[in-house]
């Protein structure tokens, strides 16, 4: 473990030559970020003489209100990182893991959340080392390699489909501002008084549209925007982000559903061997949302989201309460 130097950076010109391969924890989020207003990237780098081991990029979001009033930072990371040699990665992640936790919590951050491990069990003896606990979590998991995503659907989801494109509701990527502002003014919408969901601010999409491994789709009816989603794409594997729909004034039309069939089929199309819903939500028994997801023929995953507060009081409470 001696051999490895570990430091963390926040600025995009001090960065050295990063690995590739994985959008989250890649050097491409992190400009994203670093030109988006209220968040700053954090980039946990190991190297061995010289050379990048590994890397992990974790993302503090300012947030506040006037009303309800509050402010506060958080942290979240998309998975375990960026390794060059995957049978290093037990040994370089909790490194990094310790880095960017002492780093942050000097930084005062609210609390640090890490989802969307590969493996449930992963990195747990070094999670609850640094007084992590681990909530569990839903995702849907579609396979797109051994089936046609047509041939998944439910009844009930099927016939939505073939309704709606009847009815003239379409769907395609979206290149322009416009479209791009408008797909943002819902998701903001949608999620103002939702805080367990946080919606970074619009310069983040404008900026996300224009990579290579990020779309957004957007659906449409009679040439006005209803839905749209967010996407990532990298290693065969789809993921979404973020999905919306206009579910007042245009549920009957159902633009969430053929926003993400649209996006289903585009991976698909594009030769995607999986497609992954990373929230789906708490693993309640009644949980509509992850309902919804099914009938798009995916199969539902419980994982592990892990936490820390900076508070010591209230992490050791969730601590206990969350002990397995």
Not at 255 to 260: F, H, L, N, R, Y
Request: charged fraction near 25%.
């Amino acid at each position: 473990m001696n051999d490895f130097s570990i430091r963390i950076y926040t600025e995009s010109n001090e960065l050295p030559e990063l690995l590739e391969g994985n959008f989250f924890h890649s050097k491409t989020l992190f400009l994203i970020e670093e030109q988006t207003p209220k968040d700053t990237p954090y980039m946990a780098v190991a190297t061995r003489d010289g050379e990048v081991r590994g890397q992990l990029l974790v993302i503090v979001r300012r947030r506040g209100s006037l009303f309800p009033p509050y402010l506060y930072t958080h942290a979240h990371a998309h998975g375990e990182g960026c390794y060059a040699d995957e049978t290093e990665t037990e040994t370089l992640f909790p490194l990094l893991l310790k880095a960017i936790t002492l780093k942050l919590r000097h930084r005062l951050c609210f609390y640090i959340e890490f989802s969307d491990m590969k493996k449930k069990m992963f990195g747990y003896r070094f999670f609850r080392r640094l007084g992590y606990f681990p909530i569990a979590w839903q995702e849907i998991h579609h396979s797109l390699h051994s089936k046609a995503p047509e041939s998944r659907l439910s009844a009930k989801m099927a016939n939505i489909v073939e309704r709606m494109t009847a009815k003239g509701v379409e769907n395609h990527e979206a290149t322009s501002a416009q479209d791009i502002a408008l797909f943002y003014r819902m998701l903001k919408n949608f999620y103002r008084l939702k805080q367990r969901r946080f919606v970074p601010a619009k310069e983040f999409f404008m900026h996300f549209a224009g990579n290579p491994e990020s779309r957004i789709f957007v659906t449409t009816y009679k040439g006005k925007v209803i839905g749209g989603c967010a996407c990532v794409f990298f290693q065969g594997n789809a993921y979404l982000l973020y999905a919306v729909g206009k579910r007042k004034s245009r549920l009957h039309l159902h633009p969430e559903a053929m926003t993400i069939w649209y996006a289903l089929k585009y991976a698909h199309e594009h030769g995607y061997a999986h497609f992954r819903f990373m929230d789906a939500g708490l693993p309640w028994k009644q949980n509509l949302y992850r309902e919804f997801l099914l009938n798009f023929g995916g199969k539902p995953v419980t994982s592990y989201r892990w936490f820390r507060f900076y508070t010591r009081i209230i992490n050791k409470i969730l601590y206990w309460i969350y002990k397995q």
